[in-house]
């Protein structure tokens, strides 16, 4: 199948712990992002990467650092997790710099206990 | 800061009736574009507005686009079941690479 993947589905873990999460797409796409969706659902972008490069970095503590080993994958390490990390993750692809459409992963909610 | 804000947070609709949501912005756009989210599930794209159209359709959808007021609008004819999600406007700046999205309006379809 061609899509956006994402590990683990789901991943629950104790304040303090050091989590990673996978994201990988097989649509050939240059762009990838990390999105992080609130329990109101508000979906605020983190980061992006084009063909390996760093391009957006929100404000984000620098506890997260992302990590883009081919322009396929895209993970996300997230250290020393705290209870505001609680939340979905959202992977995300877009084709080319010609292109705005986004297709997204599945998710990942993180609950941090 | 969140560029879209939908309107209303959440809809209640018969099926078969049409449903209709509203995303204004504040800053000039390039395109606006509207996602469909089911429970538990990633976001799909749904249609994709540029600055200089005022409506496109696609199946029973219909956007609007209005820049002089900064908003946008969502029409879901004769809605189905199927349709109970949550929809999201996102908008894509003239000078930005980033998209961003907004609050979403969750829409329920009652039988």
């Known amino acids: 199948d061609t899509a956006v993947s994402q590990t683990p589905k789901y991943l629950v873990t104790q304040m303090g712990n050091d989590k990673s999460i996978k994201c990988e797409q097989n649509l050939g796409h240059d762009t990838m992002y990390w999105y992080k969706q609130d329990s109101k659902k508000f979906l605020k972008i983190m980061f992006s990467?084009?063909?390996?490069?760093?391009?957006i970095n929100e404000t984000v503590p620098n506890r997260f650092s992302p990590k883009s080993p081919d322009k396929a994958h895209l993970n996300l390490h997230i250290n020393s997790l705290e209870l505001g990390d609680s939340a979905v993750y959202f992977c995300?692809?877009?084709?080319?710099?010609?292109?705005?459409?986004?297709?997204f992963g599945p998710g990942t909610r993180l609950t941090v206990l | 800061s969140q560029q879209g804000e939908e309107d209303p947070q959440a809809l209640s609709i018969q099926e078969g009736e049409n449903a209709t949501m509203n995303c204004s912005y504040k800053t000039s756009i390039n395109n606006l574009q509207w996602y469909r989210q089911n429970s538990g599930r990633g976001l799909v794209h749904l249609i994709l507005i540029r600055s200089n159209e005022r409506e496109k359709h696609s199946g029973r959808l219909r956007v609007t686009l209005d820049t002089s007021k900064k908003s946008s609008s969502l029409l879901i004819t004769a809605s189905r079941a199927a349709d109970t999600a949550s929809y999201f406007c996102?908008?894509?700046?003239?000078?930005?690479?980033?998209?961003?999205f907004g609050s979403g309006t969750r829409l329920s379809i009652r039988p």
């Open positions: 995300a692809s877009r084709p080319s710099a010609h292109t705005d459409t986004q297709y």
């Open positions: 990467y084009n063909n390996k490069e760093l391009i």
């Open positions: 996102a908008t894509v700046g003239s000078s930005a690479s980033k998209i961003i």
